[in-house]
């Protein structure tokens, strides 16, 4: 049986519904992320785990147990916030501290409780600081050690590393999940950001306008998108749909406008008619000197229009000979501005059958 179960929740605001329907699973010990654009209802979904919402429809279970009579406070999930919430006026000592005097936790066991908490985010000897002689980083540790101090079945986190730097964002992502796999919690995590998530899930559910699109481990998302919005939400991808011509032997061949025939691997039952669409990951993408022919089942003419250096890397935008243009990146072999095309070089673009992914519809 899963830790927690969503099952058929429905979240409303007036005429507008903010999540529709949801049904998922999320397991014990997981690092599980709800993943998608501004609006999409994953907040919405946290909030009703947390107890700050109510749904309505649906149920939430933990542990086989419905929380709906349950209020926040009475719920063994703990939430992290964007703002960190810390109270301004207590020292980290006194902010770690806080749930546990709230749990009535006797007093002579609340300095051990906290200090083993400070050590698991590594904050030892932080306990006389007050949030304002703190780093953005530490104050994101104190939220956590705050949350953790309980020893919650679930810790929430929303959005918490949406307000640090590039920098220090990737070491807290690096942070939580070593955190995550010492303290063994449940994590259910949200953000907007791709690149955050399919770092530190386990699992991702995508949503969209309330629903949920896809729910998978960040690779089976990444290299096998169910549906257009998935393909086109996880890292960048060529979206090339059309109507299917051909239907083969383990093949599909869509007319994409403005390109001409593209073969994918896979099968279907769609009519001729229907429409299909290949997600075509930049780095899937060869690019080749005017003349060269290869053995791929795509294979197309067409100019650079533009480039963007980015060290180990550089992507490419090509406009082929009808006026479609895709992005290929490749890897740079030298150091320095390793370039192999500029921008109005003619080129040839090409990848096998099997390096884009069939989405229906």
Not at 12 to 28: K, M
Not at 202 to 228: C, F, S, W
Not at 299 to 312: A, C, E, H, M, N
């Amino acid at each position: 049986m899963a830790l927690l179960e969503i099952q058929d929740v429905t979240r409303r605001f007036g005429d507008f519904t903010a999540v529709d329907r949801v049904s998922l699973s999320i397991g014990a010990g997981e690092f599980f992320t709800l993943l998608g654009p501004s609006g999409c209802g994953k907040t919405t979904l946290l909030r009703m785990i947390a107890g700050f919402d109510l749904p309505d429809g649906g149920r939430i279970l933990l542990n086989g147990e419905d929380l709906a009579e349950r209020p926040p406070e009475a719920r063994p999930v703990r939430t992290v916030f964007q703002s960190y919430a810390l109270f301004p006026h207590m020292t980290v000592q006194g902010n770690v501290a806080f749930p546990l005097k709230m749990a009535r936790t006797p007093a002579a066991e609340i300095p051990g409780k906290v200090a083993e908490a400070l050590a698991d985010v590594r904050l030892s000897g932080f306990g006389g600081r007050f949030p304002h002689e703190l780093s953005g980083g530490q104050r994101q540790r104190v939220a956590i050690a705050r949350a953790l101090v309980t020893h919650p079945t679930i810790l929430l986190l929303d959005e918490p590393l949406a307000a640090l730097d590039a920098k220090l964002r990737e070491e807290m992502q690096i942070e939580l999940i070593d955190m995550q796999k010492e303290a063994g919690i449940t994590f259910v995590y949200v953000t907007h950001d791709q690149t955050e998530a399919l770092a530190l899930s386990h699992r991702i559910a995508v949503m969209n306008k309330g629903h949920v699109e896809q729910i998978d481990a960040p690779d089976r998302l990444y290299e096998l998108p169910r549906t257009r919005f998935v393909a086109e939400f996880i890292g960048t991808c060529n979206l090339l749909a059309g109507p299917i011509t051909d239907i083969g032997a383990g093949a599909i061949t869509i007319a994409v406008p403005d390109l001409g025939p593209v073969t994918v691997a896979g099968t279907t039952a769609l009519a001729r008619a229907a429409e299909g669409a290949v997600a075509l990951r930049p780095e899937k993408v060869r690019l080749h000197a005017p003349g060269i022919v290869t053995a791929d089942a795509n294979w197309f003419q067409g100019t650079v229009t533009g480039s963007l250096y980015q060290g180990d890397v550089t992507v490419y935008r090509v406009r082929s000979a009808q006026g479609r243009e895709l992005e290929a990146l490749l890897a740079n072999s030298a150091s320095g501005l390793a370039k192999f095309f500029e921008p109005g070089d003619a080129v040839g673009m090409s990848w096998p059958a099997d390096a884009g992914h069939f989405v229906e519809g």
